[in-house]
Nanobody, 115 residues
Framework: QIQLVESGGGWVQAGGSLRLSCVASTTIFSGDIMGWYRQGVGKQRELVATKRSGRDGNYADFARGRFTISRDNAKNAVYLQMYSLTPEDTAVYYC?????????WGQGTQVTVSS
């Protein structure tokens, strides 16, 4: 079982920035897809961004231009740099790794943006 641990969430004022980190317990290869999803209160979980090593990131419309996904395979890690945060970005952010067709999820990290 692959374990994913997120960190970096917290409280920030509107317009601020946060950098989320996710570290996997096992080696994540370049062909494995890693990404970030989020779920606000009373809402469905939605895709934020995904990335395969060596490829450009895939972003949801709300994230494009504000968020940047990156990977460090040597650390089995994926990151999400978020800029210009708004209250609409308030949610629990989850890391996901797709390995051999199976999705693995982290426990989530809370991001709260005040107005």
């Amino acid at each position: 079982q692959i374990q994913l641990v997120e960190s970096g969430g917290g409280w920030v004022q509107a317009g601020g920035s946060l950098r989320l980190s996710c570290v996997a317990s096992t080696t994540i290869f370049s062909g494995d897809i890693m990404g970030w999803y989020r779920q606000g209160v009373g809402k469905q979980r939605e895709l934020v961004a995904t990335k395969r090593s060596g490829r450009d990131g895939n972003y949801a419309d709300f994230a494009r231009g504000r968020f940047t996904i990156s990977r460090d395979n040597a650390k089995n890690a994926v990151y999400l740099q978020m800029y210009s945060l708004t209250p609409e970005d308030t949610a629990v952010y989850y890391c996901k790794a797709r390995v051999d067709g199976t999705d693995y999820w982290g426990q989530g990290t809370q991001v709260t943006v005040s107005s």
